[in-house]
């Protein structure tokens, strides 16, 4: 931002998670100068609705931790993808989101192709505003 401030955005599945993509969002971010980092973590699929193999979801947990296992509402398998997020973001060093959306992808808000097919896409903006 031209007053200083480092702004940042990114957007990871799993395999986004496993490849370091938030915490090289970070370390870039700090490359920049940024100091203080607050989050925000916006809508995804819940665990509810992540059905995951269990070979990829070991490989999750053995990274991020137990708490990326979750189940879905058929009792099947998932991922916690918030919990990964979580995990990732603390793993870079940052705390607890400032925000964090409750809303699932799947919903009827949303575009998902996991959970309706859909082939749209979606768009996230970030703006900055001095106060």
Known sequence: ARDGAVVGAAHAGWRGLLGDVLGSTVDAMRQLGAVDIGWLLGPCITAA???FSEGD???LVDVFGPDVRGVTTDGSPALDLRSAVRSAMARAGCGEPLSESSACTTSTNHWSHR???DMQRQ????????C
């Open 123 to 130: 768009v996230g903006a970030i703006w900055w505003v001095k």
């Open 49 to 51: 609705n992540y059905e």
């Open 115 to 117: 959970g309706s097919g």
């Open 57 to 59: 979801l070991t490989a």
